[in-house]
Structure formats: C-alpha cells, structure tokens
C-alpha cells in the first residue's frame, strides 16, 4: 500500500512551487521544467557538487534581499525555501565556471563526434558565455586505446567525474580511474587497452562532452540532428531493455538507450549498445533465393517466380510443418501458427527448454508469486542467485542488483538524516556494509565480489541447498537429499536472512539446463509467499522473445523430428532460426531430409538458411514493428528505423502472402499491423491487453504523425542528389503513427512512442528529463509496455513437493556445465563486427587437479566426449571451478550443439 507524500512549498524566483521533499533542488527544478546548467549531477547517481554550474541564491527568508550562493545540486528542498536562478550573481557565476573550463577545452566542435548533441555546447549557450578571452597554450594529454566500443579524447574532459562515478561506483568497473591533482586530472586507465566492464559503452551517455564516444558509430559517421530514429527494444537477452534505433542513409547507425523507469532506466549493456551491425552485415539475406534443381544452388529469383514455386508448395493436399522462434516477435510466431495450424507449428526450441519456460510460465501465473521488474529487483533487502552467471546470460539484471546491496547502507543514511541523492556521504557511511546476496553456481561470477556468501558446486549440490532452504521455511516444502553440514549451516544462514527481509528475492532460470536448480529456487519463493512475505521470483530466459513464445500454443522442435521419422513433411517453412543451434547436427540433417521443400526466413545466412530450398529475406528489428514479451512478462512493441529494400519483407507480412496463396484467391488477411494485433488478441487471449494499450497506427496528435526525426534534421533535398535532382515523396509508414521525416507533431508523445529527446535549449541526450514525471521516475504517462503475468491470489501449496531426479555421473566421467559469454553467446550479436573483436575461442575449463593427474596444459587443445560428440577444444584452466566439474563454452561462433549440463570426459589428444 503506498503512502500519500506531504507535499512542501517552495519559492522560485518570486513563484511558489509544491514539490516533494527528500529532493535536492537541482532535481526539483528539473521536474518542474526549469533550467539550471548542470555537469557533475545524473539522477542515477546522485550528486557530488564537483562542477559548481548548478549555482543558484538562496535567500535566508523574505526579508534577506542579499542572500548567498549554494549548489542546487547539493541543497535540499525545504518548506519555505526560496531561491533563485534568474539573480545576476548567480548568472555570472554560472558563466564564469562555464569560461574556466572552457580555458582548456579544444576548439574543436566542428570535428567533434559529440557535436550537435553535446552537453557541453548546451550548457555553454545556456550560461551565456560567447568569446574566449584566454590566449595561452592549452593544457594537452595523450589519448588512450580503450578497445572496439569506446573512442578516447581526453583533451575534452571538464572533470565532473561522471565517468569514473558510473564506471566504478555503479557498475562495479575496476580498470578505468582518475590521476594526477589540480588542474591536471587524466580520467583513463593505468595503460591503453580494452575497458573491461560489461557497461562501458554507457560512458557515450554519461560523458557530458566528447572524451568517450561511441567507436562504432565513428565507422559511418553521421551528425545526430542526421539521424531518424525510432522507439525499439534490445533483442539480445529476455530482459527486454529499451533503445532507440538511429539511421541514416538506409543503414542503421547505432544504438542508444531509451528511458524506462521499470526496466533499463538510463542504461544498456554493451551487448545491446554495440551488436546491432548485424542488420548492417554483409551476410545479410536481401533477396529471395530458390533452388529450382534439386542438387543445384541457391538462385537468386523475382516476386513471379517465387508465385509460381509458392503455388505448389502450399496446394491443398500438402503437409505443410511450421516451426517458429523465440527470436522472432509474436506477431509472427502466431502468423505461423495461424497457417499451418496448432497440431503442426513447433516451437523450434528443445523439449527440455520448452517444458522449463512452461514451468516458469506456470509458476508465476499461479503461485502467488511476483516476477519483478529491474527497477523492482534493486529494491530488494535480500537475494539468492541460484545456478545462473547474470553478468553473461542477463547483464541488466547483474547491473541491478549491484544497486540492491546498498539498500542496507541507504537505510542506515536515511536513519542518520542523511538524504540518499548526496552521494558522497552515503557510501561513505557505507564502507562495507551490503544487503545480503547469496550467489549459488557452479563457476565464479564477476558478482562474487558484493556476495555475502558463495557457494561454488554441482547443479545437483546447489539445487540440494536451495531443498534446504525451503525446507527450513516451510515444513512442508520436501528435500530431494539430505543436505552435509556445511550447506546445511549456509541452508539456516540464508533462510534466517530470507526469513527476516521485507522483498526477498530468488533469481534462477532456464539458460543453465538444469531443471532441479529452477525448481528448488520455486521451491524457496514457494515457501515464502507461504510465510505471507511478499518474495519475488526472477527467471532468467535465454531470449528476447522465449516468454512470448510460451504464451503460443506448440509443441518442441525434438517432436518435430519424432514426426518427421515416421513421416514425411511436404513443406517445412523455419522462422528466423537457427535449428543447428537447438538440436545436434544428426537430428536436424534428419528433419531436413525427411523434408521435401525448405522454406526459410531469416535475416542472416547460417547452416539452415544453407540448407532452403526457398530462402526469403526476413527484416530485422530495425526494419519492422513487432512485439516481444520479456522475462517478466511484459509486452514491448518496437518500430521500424529502416525502409525496408530489396525484397526484404517483415516475416508476419510475408506469412500471410502464404496464407493468401493457400486459401486460394481470398485475401490476405492482415494488410496492416493493427491487422494481425487484433487477430491475435482475438484468438489468443492471453494478448488482449496489447490491443487495449499499444497506440495504433490511426493515432495522432494534433491531427498529425509523430516524426522520427528532430526539426533540426537537414539534407533531405540534397541526400540523393548525386541520384536525382527531383526530391521523391518522404516513405511511407501504414503501420505505425511515426513518419519518416521531421513533419509531425513536436509535443511529447506517448512513452512507447519516443524516438528521441529534444527540448530547446537541450539538444543531447539530457533532454531527457523534459520526457519523465521527475529524474529518475516514470516516463510522463507511465513506463512503456503492460505487464502480462500477474502473480494469483494464493500461492500454491503443490510447489513444494516439486523435485526432480538428477543424471548420474559415472566414475571416470565429470559433470560438462554450460559457461556462457556476453561477447559470444549471442547469435546475432556475434555477427556484429564491433563484438566479434571481443569474442573468445571456444575453450572448456577444468580444474587445476584434474588437468594435473591428465598432464594438461593451459591452452593446450584436447578432446572432450559429451553426449555422443567428439569436440576438440582448448583447455582452459581455471582455479576456482570444483573437481569433477568442466565448464564448456555455450554458442561460441563454430561450436556445435550440445545439450548442457551432461556427463563427459575428456583427454589428451
């Protein structure tokens, strides 16, 4: 139940404002629209008072006509405060801060790659400083090679130490600090090399200047007022993050983040930041290939063509087979299932990782128990990590509960009256004092470090503790195996910790493999929805759209190559899949010659696209809307960036020339988005709530669409001059209410609807806050997306006799578990070129003592026995990982399928 807050009032340059308290005043003015120049301050991270721009005059009471200077940033709100911003004094402090820093800054705006969305530039126009009056040599410094994702160009720092605050202190960085003293600060690292935290690529936002720019973008450069952009969400993990898509000239030019106060907030990974170049790549598929011979290859073919091939493949008498992915939006999923029917669309996803989203869809619909969202899981006062590597399977997550452990020391500032936006003090109270998080997996994981307790073991061990744990809650909840002494005294610890917490959260998932692990984490949030504490339980998936496949009546892509043994497929149409991903080799070469026609869409060649007989170009992220569900159920739409060209078409427009065709000469049956979104809220329920909330491609607001671009965008009548002298009509957009060019209306639209920030006066990325409730909060409107899981009203007492029977390991054999890698892992991130330059060789880990007794070396390649397979692969020795246990590489480029975790072997060549 939320508590009213008793609103204070205030006095701002002669007006009276009610704001709330618990606020400094910087913030406060911001979340009333008013400007105060400012460097050091992000709502993030709090403030430090290190630039002194955001100076004001505070007056003692009405009476003090003199008043003095304080640093809005660093001055609370008050009943009676008064200030202002407007007083010559303060104005000219103000500039004066403004021409100190400027005194070293280059002048070298025009070259500059933050140029025309720079802080810096608007922070300078809004003080009113012009001309330079310092004529002497500037103070210069030598940049440093900071990897693929980051450009360094240190002669542009004005020390508001933002970089190092983030990089540090909110994301957990250790190789990049500050140096030097005085008037000679060098922010970098100790020497050049890659910046090694998973959120480097966030310094591009933070950086109020041009020292840390985005490397890839600098590839194909293009001044930001160029760019048209569109509202998305990052497909690289199902944590479902927001970014805004940028284009210009037909290709996509990067990605920034987009604000959602209850997912991302300001931030991405670099994962999401840096492994959009795929919709860029040279491999793309762009146009429709048939093979018309049955040995012979892929021929390149026109729209007749395809007709005339697509009238024999979808003839009434054929056995048509669907088999969708968890990769591709639901809107396409369910164009497939609509044309070949329930009984025949398959998930294209293994039954085991089939049955284990099932069971976490079951678990949160109806066990009582809450799945939060990001902004929900840094308010969490205790934690269990159970089974799964965050930093590499769901980063964000990671990032988040690196902010959950300070909520102890932020409850012990607020007790001590000290305000938790006054950063400094804070952690300094702080030291080593953490909300409790226990992290339970088989490999050590870069969180380790702000974990109360470790627990390094088998799947089955861990899953064992977290029996223990439930047990010791609730009486009820059975135990698989009685756990030894030693986890039992961390089963008492953490149960104890639990017991006491207010939000209790348990993370688990489905990426490890390993069923027992997911269950016993159900099992302890279980147990405590039972004890009336309000738990959350977080599932960690493997992709951007696994949720919202679940949501699909289907079966698994092993009981397609069940029913392909025993029969033959006339038509096998595969959506954006890599089937040689989620089955071995054999099953998937078996399904395929079982197969009599190939259909394949797809954006990417990969070994399935090698194997169609019909290949269609399937459009990205970039170039479609579409609609994902993450990890916590809720439905995200993203909008298209890019015109689609050549014959690359969206995959749900395509299925239904399909249906068109087979249904004879009916026709199609959505010829717009809206189209397919109420056909599937209609016959799928479970997504009603989309149609009830996304706006439609009819809105408007007054009476216009919604530009992708900002006014200031410029070039349009030149851009294709070198083509034609004649300007052609600005693209067209059915599907959605953004336009393609500047036109439109310049108001705030709807949150799902923002392509950009701009706000005159602010022209980068700090705009920002012109589009939120207050810094730091909603989104004016309220956050993108409707949540689609809400947890039942009781919780379920059959959860806890939930267990399952774990494998058996031989002697001789070692348990394989699967080491995923943010760089890597990643199907399309991988073929981004800016990630591939940080992607590793596939390696397995093993321990120290079992490559002695083996007489194996460190880097040496050896053979490793899995499931059937023979792998050669690099060994990697690694000292905290447990005898008995090898870690292998998941989805590294080049690795063949293997279902992890399993028994092995491995040996010398």
């Known amino acids: 139940m939320s508590l009213e807050v008793t609103m204070i009032k205030i006095r701002i340059d002669g007006k009276y404002y009610e704001v709330k308290p618990k606020k400094n005043l910087l913030e406060t003015c911001l979340s009333l ?85 720079c802080h810096l530039q608007d922070m300078t126009v809004m003080t009113g400083h012009n001309y330079r009056r310092f004529d002497f040599r500037k103070r210069t410094y030598k940049n440093q090679d900071l990897g693929p994702f980051i450009r360094h160009e240190m002669n542009r720092c004005i020390q508001c130490y933002r970089c190092i605050r983030f990089y540090r202190d909110y994301a957990g960085g250790k190789d990049l600090n500050v140096f030097g003293s005085h008037n000679h600060v060098y922010f970098g690292r100790h020497e050049d090399g890659t910046l090694e935290n998973e959120f480097s690529g966030n310094l591009v936002e933070v950086c109020p200047t041009g020292v840390f720019t985005d490397k890839s973008l600098s590839k194909h450069f293009t001044r930001k007022w160029d760019l048209s952009n569109a509202p998305s969400v990052c497909v690289h993990c199902s944590v479902g993050c927001n970014t805004i898509a940028c284009e210009r000239y037909g290709s996509l030019r990067r990605i920034m983040s987009r604000y959602n106060g209850s997912v991302n907030g300001y931030f991405i990974c670099d994962r999401g930041r840096f492994g959009y170049e795929f919709v860029n790549d040279e491999k793309r598929i762009r146009n ?155 490999l050590k994981d870069s969180l380790d470090e702000i974990a109360e307790e470790t627990f390094r073991a088998s799947f089955s061990d861990i899953s064992n503790l977290g029996y223990a744990v439930a047990s010791l809650l609730n009486d009820a909840a059975t135990v698989s195996q009685k756990p030894d002494i030693d986890q039992r005294k961390l089963a008492e610890k953490i149960a104890d910790t639990l017991k006491k917490a207010e939000t209790p959260l348990i993370i688990s998932g489905i990426t490890n493999g390993d069923e027992e692990t997911l269950l016993s984490g159900m099992k302890i949030a279980a147990a405590l929805a039972s004890l009336d504490i309000k738990v959350m339980f977080c599932a960690v998936l493997p992709e951007c759209n696994s949720m919202g496949l679940a949501f699909i009546p289907g079966k698994s892509l092993d009981d397609a190559v069940s029913m392909a043994a025993d029969e033959a497929i006339d038509t096998l149409i595969i959506l954006e899949n890599d089937l040689y991903r989620r089955a071995t080799k054999e099953s998937v070469d078996q399904l395929f010659g079982k197969s009599r026609q190939i259909i394949v869409l797809d954006h990417l060649v990969n070994q399935t696209t090698l194997n169609a007989d019909i290949l269609l170009p399937a459009a990205t992220f970039a170039e479609s809307e579409g609609t994902l569900l993450n990890n916590e159920g809720r439905a995200q739409r993203y909008y298209k960036a890019l015109i689609n060209n050549d014959q690359v078409m969206e995959s749900w427009r395509r299925i239904g020339e399909f249906i068109k065709i087979r249904n004879g000469d009916q026709s199609i049956p959505w010829n717009r988005f809206d189209d397919i979104i109420s056909s599937l809220a209609d016959e799928l329920t479970a997504f009603a709530k989309i149609k009830e909330y996304m706006p439609d491609a009819d809105f408007r607001m007054l009476n216009t669409k919604l530009p992708r671009q900002t006014m200031r965008y410029s070039g349009r009548t030149a851009m294709y001059a070198h083509m034609s002298v004649s300007e052609s009509r600005v693209s067209q957009d059915p599907d959605s209410p953004l336009a393609f060019s500047m036109e439109g209306c310049q108001e705030i639209p709807p949150s799902a609807l923002v392509p950009f920030y701009w706000s005159p006066g602010w022209n980068s990325v700090q705009a920002m806050f012109r589009y939120l409730d207050e810094p730091n909060g909603s989104m004016k409107g309220g956050d993108p997306g409707i949540r689609l899981i809400e947890p039942g009203k009781k919780h379920d007492d059959s959860y806890f006799h939930i267990n399952h029977e774990p494998f058996k390991i031989k002697k001789g054999e070692c348990l394989i578990v699967p080491v995923y890698q943010i760089y890597g892992s990643g199907e399309m991130s991988s073929a981004s070129f800016t990630i591939s330059q940080r992607i590793k060789e596939p390696f397995l880990y093993i321990n120290q003592t079992d490559a002695d007794v083996l007489n194996i070396y460190d880097g040496e390649e050896i053979l490793l026995e899995a499931r059937g397979n023979t792998l050669r692969i690099k060994a990697k020795i690694e000292m905290t990982i447990m005898q008995g246990i090898a870690g292998l590489s998941v989805n590294l480029p080049g690795m063949q399928y293997v279902d992890l975790p399993c028994p092995g072997k491995y040996k010398k060549q």
């Open 33 to 117: 629209g008013l400007d105060i120049p400012h460097f050091c301050f992000h709502p993030a991270m709090g403030s430090v008072g290190a630039c002194r721009l955001c100076a004001v005059k505070k007056f003692k009471d009405q009476d003090d006509n003199k008043g003095r200077m304080v640093m809005s940033c660093m001055e609370p709100v008050t009943e009676g405060l008064i200030v202002s911003i407007e007083d010559p004094e303060a104005k000219a402090f103000r500039a004066a801060i403004i021409e100190s820093l400027m005194t070293n800054h280059p002048h070298d705006c025009p070259v500059c790659d933050e140029g025309g969305e």
């Open 288 to 442: 429709i290939k048939i093979r018309f011979k049955k040995d012979g290859d892929l021929e390149e073919a026109d729209n007749k063509k395809l007709l005339s091939v697509l009238e024999t493949a979808f003839s009434k008498n054929k056995k048509i087979i669907g088999i969708g992915s968890p990769r591709a939006s639901i809107e396409s999923n369910y164009a497939l299932l609509n044309l070949v029917g329930e009984e025949k669309f398959y998930h294209g996803i293994s039954k085991k990782e089939q049955h284990l989203t099932k069971t976490v869809l079951n678990f949160l619909q109806n066990s009582g128990v809450q799945t939060p969202s990001l902004r929900q899981i840094e308010k969490a006062d205790a934690v269990i990590v159970l089974g799964e590597d965050l930093t590499n399977t769901a980063p964000m997550i990671a990032l988040a509960l690196r902010q959950a452990v300070r909520n102890k020391s932020n409850e012990e500032a607020e007790v001590k009256g000290i305000q938790l936006w006054n950063d400094a003090p804070v952690r300094e109270l702080a030291q080593n004092s953490k909300s409790p998080v226990y992290i339970a997996t088989p």
